[in-house]
């Protein structure tokens, strides 16, 4: 089979070289004559691996050590119902930002647990979709946090400043751009990612969260999403995804060896750069998002007319350029190029749509 690069929003495509080695390592890791799968989380080998994961973590994200690490299940969507079971009191409420679909779908969980006050804060400039400047939000005062999703994977808005909300705890869901560019960690009081995008395979979740949000948790949060006994139990109170947490720690020392997240960061501006520039200029294509809040990981765009869709996608799977299909909701197209994609997918798939546009530019 020839290479083919996979766009897909996630599971998305891992690193090569992470593949090729947990490829190797599958049937005898580390001279146990066991898959790492089929080893105890608790025997000293697993729990090796489990502390480099997390020493890695920090290093490559700078985490400080007030905050503490876990390692969870139930992915983006599991955070959207722990975060108000942890972080919410009886009789207080939360500001959600609302940016796109996954921000919305977080309101809609949040709201069984507690008072949530959405927020809008997508206009339309110019035909454009523009976050306003958070310096404008309408924030309450007393919320007991304000929740944000810096990258909307469907709707391809990326928030690129971190807001300011005046020591008010801030959560961010950043499922879709955790490890592409570097971020303050000591801005916010909690961040959790799906891994599925930039981590590892689906089946675990990310949550970073600064020591003094734990323990406020309501009496009826389920102990798997209790982020106190979590932490307590450093991620092992249930028996946790060891394989895909295994992945993970491939993940990170694939980044450290590249030279950890900046340098990972410059590949990712090259890569959109490549790609919105050749959106821009051809007048086939369009994105719909204004220029400051185009997501570096997740790039929609449109052809003219939607009858082409099809032949698009069908010429692109025959090119060896997958899963370019936009989210049903949006429509379009997606190619979503996280750390793991690299530049040579990208140039692929520009030379592609140059074609195509050639050979359908009379057809609209
Ligand atoms: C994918 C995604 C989710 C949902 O993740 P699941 O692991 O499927 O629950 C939530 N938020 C964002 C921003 C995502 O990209």
Redesign the pocket.
Known sequence: MTDVFNFC??PAMLPKPVMERAQAEFLNWQGTGCSVMELSHRGSEFMALAAKAERDLRELMAIPDNYKVLFCH???????SAVPLNLLPKGKSADYIVSGS??R??VEEAKKFGQINPIDVVVDVDGKQHVVDSQQWPLSNDAAYVHY?P????DGIEMFDIPNTRGIPLVA????MILSRQIDVSKFALIY?????NIGP?GL?LVIVRDDLLGHQSAQTPVIMDYQTTAKYASMFNTPPTYAWYLASLVFEWLQALGGVSVIEQHNVDKAQLLYDYIDGSNFYQSKVSKVNRSRMNVPFYLPDDGLNDAFLQAAKSAGLLALKGHRSVGGMRASIYNAMPIEGVHALVAFMREFAARHQNQV
Do not use: H, I, P
């Not at 869901?173 to 879709?176: A, C, Q, T, Y």
């Not at 990612?193 to 995008?197: L, P």
């Open positions: 929003a996630g139930g992915g983006g969507r599991g955070q959207f996954w921000s779908a977080a999703c990258n909307e994977t469907v869901d950043m499922s879709s990612a799906g891994a599925q995008k689906s979740t």
